[in-house]
């Protein structure tokens, strides 16, 4: 067994750095973090922001607790922003924010459970017993301040340190020659980051027409100002200037506004109606009048003329459609309605047997001469109908009408069987076949006038 006083002062030495005064943070709030755009403008961020794909999406707050003041949720371009200096800013903060509420607390936990660990290596004959526990309380030490935070890490390095030096000694006891203390990653230092106070009230503001300036959102931009100016209204130590300065970029946003909407709705609109015309060609114009509305405005709305012209590029493809359907049935109109005409001739034979379909559908007593001159007629219409050749979209509705013909003609065969000897099922059946075949037949002229209309896309 090693002597004991070699190495018992590592439990000591975690209670002294232990008890080591939590450092300072120098930050009147933990809520404010902080976005540091290229330019080398601040903004402050109300809480954590959050990445989406190619933004940075963030709560501005403007005014005072007690008084007005405003939450707005703001969108900037990462492009815009210097990510490495804005995520150490918030990692810094993050600490500091664990250090405040419960971050002392359980490093000392933590501390006090590796010196009860490592004194229990007094207690022990077993060398690599005692190797074995050294090693698993290194083991904590390296990976907590990275799992919390980076809190305390810079006494956390020294603790390994120490641990590292028990170790060497421990393994030389067990006789090993060559020793590696690499088995986990070591700690990063925590990076120096002064934390900035809280902005005042004017401040918020100011930061406030940063972010408007920074955002390529529209509406996002426009209801940020529309807050900036409730809040200077309420702010008595506001001066003339800046709220000058915000009564002066809320008037220019909303014409700026005003001027694209109308030039995005504008575009819009005639492109719906040189859709349903076929009119791709104008469409494609009123995609470079978008484009060069938008180069007179100054290219201040991005995204939503982006938006527009996407819109606008896939309505020229439906417009090359609708023309495409349209120069179609133009080719094929004298041969819709001559069919047209033919099947609707053939079908005035129905209505000459109204009556007699009528009585039987509703189960009543037909004469036997009005039956069999309709059995008759029905048939001739069934040869006339398989004689016509309908053109290749109207083979559904011819199909319809032949259906509806021979199940008109069953109904009427079942009628000349009750004509002899009543029977309740064969009336029934009678009344459901002539019934399905007005159904059938009234779909079929449905549909002939809706396909000799040209067709369109919407």
Not at 18 to 35: D, H, K, M, Y
Request: glycine content about 6%; proline content about 3%.
């Amino acid at each position: 067994m090693l002597p004991t006083g070699r190495w018992l002062w590592v439990p000591m030495a975690l209670v002294c750095v232990a008890g080591v005064t939590a450092r300072a943070w120098a930050q009147p709030s933990l809520e404010t973090f902080r976005i540091f755009l290229r330019d080398g403008r601040v903004l402050a961020s109300y809480g954590e922001f959050a990445r989406v794909d190619d933004d940075l999406v963030f709560v501005v707050t403007q005014g005072q607790r007690g008084g007005v003041e405003t939450h707005d949720l703001i969108t900037v371009p990462v492009a815009k922003v210097d990510m490495p200096r804005t995520v150490e800013y918030a990692g810094a903060l993050r600490t500091a924010r664990y250090g405040s509420t419960r971050g002392e607390r359980e490093y000392l936990d933590l501390t006090g459970d590796i010196a009860r660990v490592l004194a229990e290596l007094e207690t022990s004959d077993d060398k690599d017993r005692r190797l074995g526990i050294a090693q698993v309380a290194r083991a904590r030490l390296a990976v907590w301040s990275q799992e919390h935070f980076n809190y305390r890490s810079a006494e956390l390095r020294q603790l390994v340190s120490l641990v590292d030096e028990l170790i060497v000694e421990l393994q030389a006891a067990t006789g090993v020659s060559h020793f590696s203390l690499d088995f986990v990653a070591h700690i990063a230092p925590s990076p120096a980051v002064p934390l900035m106070a809280a902005p005042s009230s004017v401040e918020s503001v100011e930061m406030a027409l940063a972010a408007a300036a920074a955002t390529d959102v529209g509406i996002e931009r426009i209801t940020l100002l529309r807050s900036a100016s409730r809040v200077v209204a309420a702010l008595t130590e506001a001066s003339p200037a800046l709220r000058d300065t915000v009564a002066k970029a809320l008037d220019e946003e909303t014409r700026v506004d005003t001027a694209y909407r109308a030039l995005v709705n504008t575009a819009v609109t005639r492109a719906d109606i040189a859709v349903r015309l076929g009119l791709p060609a104008d469409v494609t114009r009123l995609i470079a009048r978008l484009r060069a509305g938008d180069a007179r405005l100054g290219y201040r709305r991005p995204r939503e003329v982006a938006t527009a012209l996407r819109r606008l590029e896939s309505e020229v493809l439906v417009a090359r459609v609708q023309r495409s359907g349209l120069d179609r049935w133009a080719g094929m109109k004298d041969r819709f309605r001559a069919y047209d005409a033919r099947a609707r001739a053939v079908l005035d034979g129905w209505t000459r047997h109204a009556s007699t379909l009528s009585a039987v559908q509703e189960q009543r007593r037909a004469t036997p001469a009005s039956l069999d001159g309709a059995v008759r007629r029905f048939s001739e219409l069934d040869r006339a109908l398989a004689a016509l050749r309908p053109p290749q979209e109207f083979r559904d509705v011819h199909a319809l009408f032949r259906s509806a013909t021979e199940l008109a003609r069953q109904g009427l065969l079942l009628g000349q069987r009750l004509a002899v000897a009543a029977n309740t099922e064969i009336a029934h059946n009678a009344s459901a076949a002539v019934a399905g075949a007005q159904l059938l037949r009234a779909q079929a002229l449905a549909d002939l006038s809706a396909g000799l209309r040209p067709r369109t896309v919407r």
